[in-house]
C-alpha cells in the first residue's frame, strides 16, 4: 500500500468482494472546490463505487468537473468490462464460454488481456492470468476463505495452464480450452485504470496532479513549487500501519504487492492473495512486499506482482528486462533492497527497517 507523505491518514477501510478487495489506508487531502491556474490547494473528487476501493484524483491546475467526470467514467467502464466477479462482464463471458467457443472481446479488453498473457509467458507463470480458479478456490476475496486440501488443489490444476489460454488477434476472441477456467486480471487491470486516467487528466493540459486508485498512486508532473511529490511506503507487518520510507517522484507510477493487502488467518498461519501457481499456495519467497516505480502504471502493477512470486534475486534479474522500472524490496528480516535507479530516492523513516548493503 502506498501513501501520500505529509497527508495525513484517517481511517481504515476493508473491503470484500468486487474487482480488489484490500486494506486501504485511505489519505485524507485537502479538498478544494476550484484551484487558480495553479495552486497548492489542488482540486480533488473521490469515488468509493468504483474499483472496490477508494479513488481520489487532485488536480493542482485549473480545471472544471469535465475532467473527473471523463476520468470516472472511463475507470468505471474497464471495470464493467474487465472484472471477474461482475457476472456481465467480458472476462465473465469468456468464463462462461470456456470449452465452448471463443470469445470476441472488445479493443481494450482484449489489449489488457494480450499485455496480461504476454507478461505470463515472460514470467514462466509468476503473474498468470488463468490463476483464476485458485483465487476462487481460497475465497480470499469472500467472506468465506478457507485454506483448500491438497487433492483440491491439484484437481484445479490442469485449469491454472496458460498454454490453454488461445488468444486470437485476427478478430480479439480468447479461447479458454478447458471448463472451469476463468481469466483473472486483477493484477494488471487497475494499472491500466492508472495509466487511462492520468491520459485523459493529461488531455485537459494538466501538469500537476495525482491519482491513487486504492494505493496505486499515478503522478502527474511535480508539486506545483517545482518539487517532487513525496510517497510514502507502506509498512509491510500485517497488524501494523503507518510508512516505512519516502520515495520522492515526479511523473512515476507507483505500486506496491504484499502479503499485509489482503489475507487470513487459519490454525495461527496468515495465508495472502498472491499465488503461486505452481505451488497452489500464496506465495513464499521471503518477501513482506514489493513496491515497483515506472513510468506506466501498467507495468508497475503487474511487475509488482511477478518479482513478489519470483522472489529477491530472480525478481532483480527479472527486472533487468524493464529500464524504465525501479523496485524496493523488503524482506521477512526486515531487510530493504533496492535497485540502482531509486536509492537516491528513496529514505527510509522507520529504523527497524534496515538498508542491506550487498
Known sequence: ????????????????????????????????????????????????????????????????????????????GIEKAMSVTLANSEISGAAAMAAKSPVVLSEETYLVVKEAYDITVESGGAFNLAIGPLVKLWGINTASPRVPVRAEIEHIKELLDYNAVVLSDTDRSVYLTFEGMSIDL????????????????????????????????????????????????????????????VISVQDKSVVTSGSYERYFESGGHYYHHIFDEKTGYPADTGLLSVTIISDRSTDADKLSTVVFVLGLRDGLEFLKNYKDAEAIFITNGLEIYMTPGIIDSFAVTDNRFIIASE
Not at 491518514?9 to 474487482?19: D, E, P, Q
Not at 484490500?22 to 495552486?39: D, E, G, H, W
Not at 494538466?206 to 511506503?233: E, Y
Open 1 to 76: 500500500m502506498i501513501e501520500i507523505k505529509g497527508i495525513k491518514s484517517h481511517r481504515h477501510l476493508i473491503f470484500k468482494t468486487g474487482f480488489f478487495t484490500a486494506v486501504i489506508l485511505l489519505a485524507a487531502l485537502v479538498c478544494a472546490c476550484s484551484s487558480k491556474t495553479v495552486s497548492d490547494s489542488p482540486a480533488t473528487q473521490t469515488r468509493y463505487d468504483l474499483l472496490n476501493t477508494v479513488i481520489t484524483i487532485s488536480i493542482y491546475d485549473d480545471v472544471n468537473d469535465d475532467v473527473f467526470n471523463e476520468v470516472f467514467d472511463r475507470i468505471s
Open 186 to 245: 486483477g493484477a494488471i487491470a487497475k494499472g491500466y485504470a492508472g495509466d487511462v486516467a492520468a491520459e485523459v487528466i493529461k488531455s485537459y493540459g494538466v501538469k500537476h496532479a495525482i491519482v491513487d486508485l486504492g494505493g496505486n498512486i499515478i503522478t502527474i508532473g511535480g508539486r506545483p513549487d517545482g518539487s517532487a511529490w513525496r510517497i510514502g511506503v507502506r509498512n509491510p507487518i500485517i497488524g501494523e500501519s503507518g510508512y516505512i520510507g
